[in-house]
């Protein structure tokens, strides 16, 4: 149920004309594409906005449709339009946070733990008896005169996480967290630990100014952050191994992940001595002592509910945590402590450019645009036939419509999704509150696209039983009074737009595993 995204994933697919870059916007780790504003003073986001829509379980009024009820449709939450559109969107177990336009935070949903960090004027009693906002809400983190502006966001079980917007080089990206602090998954300290925070935003406990972060995860009970330089920060709750950390009491403040914890990683990046000959008349040879690999860096991470995954710039992709369904994809339901290598994709060579954890079930996504799964399969949210039994112990390619060709992936409480290069959503797994999206509350045998919904998606979130989608804007179309430029980027007809945008997603994935930038997990 942990699903993230970051504001540099959308901007790498903007092509705007002649953008002017801002001497400091590579400084301020700030999306690449900006324009000067007209008296220089600082920078003005390029963007193009996005429409939200959302389906599924609705009793906490997590779907911002003003009201306690399931949608078994694709809804459209047109109130963001005013805001400018959408940029991101992450979905919680039962609370869905979003990115505007105007890179303000806007939550709704369950907001009894203080996740959606807004004022108890806001809130309303679910039938459920749970204070609850039923819609779009601006966090109090960006409001008055020291209100922020927001890069990237993550929604847990019962909290929420933020990286803020530098305005200009001289500030820097910190990490805001609300919500549930009892198991320290806040990362504020032992004091914040020890008592309810009220829905107020905590400052998260970098350990060092030099830790810049980049991407943040939220889990059921645990949190986790990269950092600009790929590495990998974890707290929270212990109990089942799910921070990687050796301990079983809850761990306050974010702990660095050291490499050498990483199953293979210490034979990887140990020193070896090399015979080197000197090229001189005496023949003579001297030793040289040097590192095997590069160091470790995590380019995406994903938290469940209770396990944790990340994948390497290398390709690589290691898990977690929690096993008892066999989510780790090590072939067995031991739970692991510490970071364990998942094999098993075709062949060697096979980059692993996404993960995405959901409840009991774990998503990958491949340079081949292919969808693989493991876990639990009691809903069929693994999306094949061969999971019954000890099937879904290892990773096997998701069975997808022929013409499927994956670009993004997310999995919530039992249901998954994923994003085809046409635009298409597909969904399948557990569909009770019709988080599937189909027009009903059935189970399916296998994925489906939905039909419902405009064919020009660009991503997709799952919560516990809920689904989010961001979907690009009809050629026409403006939102917040930011005209849609799709038309400019595929060559003028709907159609070559969403081809661009598919290709332009793809080319930003491959390339920042390639070359060590950080790519974010849903």
């Known amino acids: ?132 906002v039923v819609a779009p809400a601006l966090m109090s983190v960006c409001r008055g005169e020291t209100a922020v502006s927001v890069q990237a966001i993550a929604a847990g079980g019962l909290h929420t996480m933020l990286i803020t917007q530098p305005r200009s080089s001289a500030e820097r990206r910190v990490v805001y967290a609300m919500g549930r602090s009892t198991d320290g998954q806040l990362g504020a300290g032992k004091e914040v630990l020890e008592r309810e925070t009220g829905g107020e935003a905590q400052l998260v406990a970098m350990p060092s100014a030099s830790a810049v972060p980049s991407l943040v995860g939220c889990g059921g009970l645990h949190s986790a952050l990269v950092s600009e330089h790929g590495g990998l920060y974890t707290w929270g709750s212990t109990s089942l191994g799910q921070t990687g950390h050796p301990t079983t009491l809850p761990c306050p403040r974010p702990v660095l992940l050291n490499s050498e914890t990483w199953e293979g990683r210490m034979e990887k990046e140990g020193s070896r001595v090399i015979q080197v000959s000197a090229a001189d008349e005496g023949g003579k040879t001297f030793n040289v002592r040097c590192k095997r690999g590069a160091p470790l860096q995590v380019s995406c991470i994903s938290c469940g509910a209770y396990h944790t995954a990340a994948c390497t710039v290398e390709g690589e992709l290691f898990a977690w945590g929690a096993n008892g369904s066999g989510q780790l994809g090590l072939g067995d339901r031991r739970d692991r402590p510490f970071p364990h290598q998942v094999r098993g994709f075709d062949g060697p060579g096979t980059m692993l450019l996404q993960v995405a954890c959901g409840g009991k079930h774990t998503l990958a996504l491949t340079q081949k645009s292919e969808a693989w799964s493991w876990g639990s399969n009691e809903h069929r949210q693994l999306g094949r036939r061969d999971a019954h039994g000890d099937g879904g112990l290892r990773p096997r390619v998701v069975e997808l419509p022929s013409d499927c060709r994956v670009v993004l992936i997310a999995a919530g409480g039992a249901h998954s999704a994923v994003v085809a290069a046409d635009g298409a959503v597909v969904t399948w797994g557990k569909n009770q509150n019709g988080q599937l999206g189909y027009g009903h509350a059935h189970p399916t045998e296998r994925p489906a696209p939905v039909k419902a919904l405009p064919p020009r998606a660009i991503w997709v979130a799952c919560g516990g039983a809920h689904t989010a989608a961001l979907v690009r804007l009809p050629a026409s179309s403006s939102a917040g009074g930011v005209t849609d430029r799709r038309a400019s980027m595929g060559g003028g007809s709907p159609e070559a737009g969403r081809r661009s945008s598919a290709a332009d997603w793809r080319t930003s994935l491959e390339r920042r595993s390639s070359t060590g930038a950080t790519i974010a997990s849903m």
């Open 1 to 132: 149920c942990a699903q993230r995204a970051t504001l540099r994933n959308f901007m790498s697919q903007i092509r705007s004309p002649s953008p002017v870059r801002s001497p400091d916007s590579r400084a301020s780790g700030s999306p690449s594409r900006r324009r000067s504003s007209a008296r220089g003073e600082g920078v003005q986001l390029v963007r193009e906005p996005y429409e939200l829509w959302t389906w599924g379980f609705g009793g906490h009024g997590a779907l911002g449709n003003q009201a306690f009820r399931d949608e078994l449709l694709p809804f459209l939450v047109s109130s963001l339009r005013a805001h400018g559109g959408t940029l991101l969107v992450a979905c919680g177990h039962d609370h869905t946070v979003a990115v505007t336009g105007d890179l303000k935070a806007r939550g709704w949903g369950r907001a009894q733990e203080g996740q959606l960090g807004v004022g108890a004027a806001e809130q309303l009693e679910s039938p459920r008896g749970v204070s609850s």
